[in-house]
T-cell receptor, first 113, second 116 residues
Framework: DAEITQSPRHKITETGRQVTLACHQT?????MFWYRQDLGHGLRLIHY???????NKGEVSDGYSVSRSNTEDLPLTLESAASSQTSVYFC????????????FGPGTRLTVL | AQTVTQSQPEMSVQEAETVTLSCTYD???????LFWYKQPPSRQMILVIR??????QNATENRFSVNFQKAAKSFSLKISDSQLGDTAMYFC?????????????FGQGTELSVKP
């Protein structure tokens, strides 16, 4: 069955370290998204991509970067982790075009000490 | 910019009863989608129901229905015959229509507890 996976599911890191969160989908969706979930804020969009080599900033992109070298993967990198980036991170994907449903991964809980 | 507001941080309901979760949004767009997502303790995001703004008829999915009031920019979720498995965080979300695909804007969430 097609699916979307995230790894790792849990990670603890230290302030200042570079961290990469992986997202992989097997639906062959062109669109992929990264959100972070914090108490009182719901989910907020970090970065998104509409296809290979395309990346765009979302609402809360500072301190994060993404790259899209193939259709299946959109890794999220925290260049220099900060305690404010402690959060739960969700990846999502959807087909391109005027299609509304996004399919979410299981989430990654990141703690920055 | 669009915003989504859920004014009820927590709600509780007795099993088998009906509960309504509120959501309001702000947009100048005329063509958009609205969603309710459920997030159980497993953390998985599950689509409950969606509404296209151009449709006047309210969406229904089994025990879940919405009351979509476009002029008032209101989008409430009614859960009938509540079950213990409905215990979860519920998020209201807005999506503007783009040619390439939409971006979701979420509300803060309502934590629903269904009590036996």
């Amino acid at each position: 069955d097609a699916e979307i996976t995230q790894s790792p599911r849990h990670k603890i890191t230290e302030t200042g370290r570079q961290v990469t969160l992986a997202c992989h989908q097997t639906w062959n969706h062109n669109n992929m998204f990264w959100y972070r979930q914090d108490l009182g804020h719901g989910l907020r969009l970090i970065h998104y991509s509409y296809g290979v080599q395309d990346t765009n900033k979302g609402e809360v992109s500072d301190g994060y970067s993404v790259s899209r070298s193939n259709t299946e993967d959109l890794p999220l990198t925290l260049e220099s982790a900060a305690s404010s980036q402690t959060s739960v991170y969700f990846c999502a994907s959807s087909p391109s075009g005027n299609y509304n449903e996004q399919f979410f991964g299981p989430g990654t809980r990141l703690t920055v000490l | 910019a669009q915003t989504v507001t859920q004014s009820q941080p927590e709600m509780s309901v007795q099993e088998a009863e009906t509960v309504t979760l509120s959501c309001t949004y702000d947009t100048s767009e005329n063509n958009y989608y609205l969603f309710w997502y459920k997030q159980p303790p497993s953390r998985q995001m599950i689509l409950v129901i969606r509404q296209e703004a151009y449709k006047q008829q309210n969406a229904t999915e089994n025990r879940f229905s919405v009351n979509f009031q476009k002029a008032a920019k209101s989008f409430s979720l009614k859960i009938s015959d509540s079950q213990l498995g409905d215990t979860a965080m519920y998020f209201c979300a807005f999506m503007k229509v783009y040619n390439q695909g939409g971006k979701l804007i979420f509300g803060q969430g309502t934590e629903l507890s269904v009590k036996p």
